[in-house]
């Protein structure tokens, strides 16, 4: 049963057209007002499905016009339900979207999951890790700084790294990471569900006898394996002497969690002691 003024998040396939789901789909004819990545991509997935468009009014919501967006969803919002899509997969995760659920939340808006796939889980489920729990960064941040505190982070974490990458930067990527990880391995997913799907599992330092397409769209999961950070005593010398705050801090950076979750930590350890 359709819910009054509510926000509709709406699963829709990778690439497989089968893989859209018969709730979905009852949304897509119910609702009226839909906020789309790209509206073509939306317009051409309810060709496919046999949805009229007659009636119904397909908006924008890319990164932007996000501010204008939001403000028009949400009026829309006061006496009406509306959905959000993104091209493919589920939105909000690692999308523009994720601005009006949370704009939605805090305007006390019921917002409603309609399930459907997610390339992070689809290829999750395929890789073969048995690790009960997995880190998930979107893309890949773009300059060479970032990049290098993330792999810092990975590292502290021993836990594997889930991630999207371009065409463009998958060859590059993948080099990066067999110096990162050299006893790292990696699964990767292109063109997931779609006529050329191929997966490929191998490990990092067998790289060079790989041939990976740069071609379509790709998730990533990296498994770091086993690795050794040679012990800088200067560094940690310094670290000695520092506050239990600038401590926390420094140690936060590295650990990618909040300098005040450490502090408390320390104290509470402090105080059994």
């Not at 998930?136 to 021993?158: C, H, I, N």
Request: glycine content about 6%; charged content about 25%; proline content about 4%.
């Amino acid at each position: 049963m359709m819910k009054s003024n509510s926000l509709y998040i709406i699963g829709t396939p990778l690439g497989n057209l089968e893989d859209i789901t018969l709730r979905a789909q009852k949304i897509f004819r119910e609702l009226k007002h839909f906020f789309a990545e790209d509206t073509r991509e939306l317009s051409k997935l309810f060709n496919l499905l046999g949805i009229s468009l007659e009636g119904k009014k397909l908006h924008s919501y890319a990164s932007h016009n996000m501010k204008e967006a939001t403000e028009f969803a949400l009026k829309l919002l006061e006496g009406e339900s509306i959905g959000l899509v993104s091209d493919r997969g589920m939105p909000a995760i690692s999308d523009p979207g994720a601005y009006l659920v949370q704009a939605a939340r805090e305007k006390d808006i019921q917002v409603v999951p309609i399930p459907g796939p997610s390339a992070v889980t689809t290829l999750i489920a395929v890789s073969g890790l048995t690790s009960s729990s997995f880190h998930f960064v979107g893309f890949l941040p773009q300059t060479q700084k970032q990049r290098t505190e993330l792999w810092k982070k990975v590292k502290a974490w021993a836990q594997p790294l889930c991630f999207f990458e371009s065409p463009k930067r998958i060859q590059e990527t993948l080099q990066e990471l067999a110096s990162e990880f050299p006893e790292g391995k990696v699964c990767v997913g292109r063109e997931m569900t779609k006529q050329f799907e191929e997966f490929l599992s191998f490990d990092l330092k067998d790289l060079i006898h790989q041939t990976v397409s740069d071609k379509g769209e790709f998730t990533v999961v990296l498994d770091p394996g086993q690795w050794a950070q040679p012990v800088q005593w200067e560094e940690e010398l310094q670290e000695r002497i520092l506050s239990d705050k600038e401590w926390a801090k420094r140690l936060a950076s590295r650990a990618g969690c909040a300098a005040s979750e450490i502090y408390n930590a320390l104290q509470k350890l402090k105080n059994r002691s």
